[in-house]
T-cell receptor, first 115, second 111 residues
């Protein structure tokens, strides 16, 4: 499609539950990024993919967070055993194949609330 | 960690006035980009300026880059109510293939 599509828009989980977010990048874009935005401020980089391969995962809290981008499926970001501090808006972005640091096209975000 | 820091944190202006916000960063960069975020929405790309460029224009937007001072400015001329949003700068550094965002400047344009 012509837009980055993220689902669900809102997700509420009790502490300790699992949360899974999905992202369909723009067709033809090679790179996918996940960012976390807490309190409308800083965008924290989590992970990036080049096609289905992890490109940079230096921002991922690996003990509870995992992500995948499989062929012919939406990309996903999964949080096992959510904590209160995971409450945030999670943004997915994609970019065309000029490299991972060109213009990013963002989705509308998925708001995760952990109670 | 944050690479860019915007200044001011918040800005309130009258419609028709110009809005200027600044971004400072810490290490050498390849490119600097500016994005806009309307309330409750995703980021929208505004403009990209390369490290060897000093100024760039796009419609009512003017961006400058001073690599010696490690700073950039975004000027919005003749502001409109629809310019009300948060504005973020983002940088990418050599051998670090991701964008690092600042904390943003919230701009309110009063009618």
């Amino acid at each position: 499609g012509e837009e980055v599509a993220q689902t669900p828009k809102h997700l509420v989980r009790g502490e300790g539950q699992k949360a899974k977010l999905y992202c369909a990048p723009i067709k033809g874009h090679s790179y996918v990024f996940w960012y976390q935005q807490v309190l409308k401020n800083e965008f924290k980089f989590l992970i990036s993919f080049q096609n289905e391969n992890v490109f940079d995962e230096t921002g991922m809290p690996k003990e509870r967070f995992s992500a995948k981008c499989l062929p012919n499926s939406p990309c996903s970001l999964e949080i096992q055993a959510t904590k209160l501090e995971d409450s945030a808006v999670y943004f997915c972005a994609s970019s065309p194949g000029q490299g991972p640091t060109g213009e990013l096209f963002f989705g509308e975000g998925s708001r995760l609330t952990v109670l | 960690s944050q690479q860019g820091e915007e200044d001011p944190q918040a800005l309130s202006i009258q419609e028709g006035e110009n809005a200027t916000m600044n971004c400072s960063y810490k290490t050498s960069i390849n490119n600097l980009q500016w994005y806009r975020q309307n309330s409750g929405r995703g980021l929208v790309h505004l403009i990209l300026i390369r490290s060897n460029e000093r100024e760039k224009h796009s419609g009512r937007l003017r961006v400058t880059l001073d690599t010696s001072k490690k700073s950039s400015s975004l000027l919005i001329t003749a502001s409109r109510a629809a310019d009300t949003a948060s504005y973020f700068c983002a940088t990418d550094r050599s051998n670090d293939y991701k964008l690092s965002f600042g904390a943003g400047t919230t701009v309110t344009v009063r009618a």
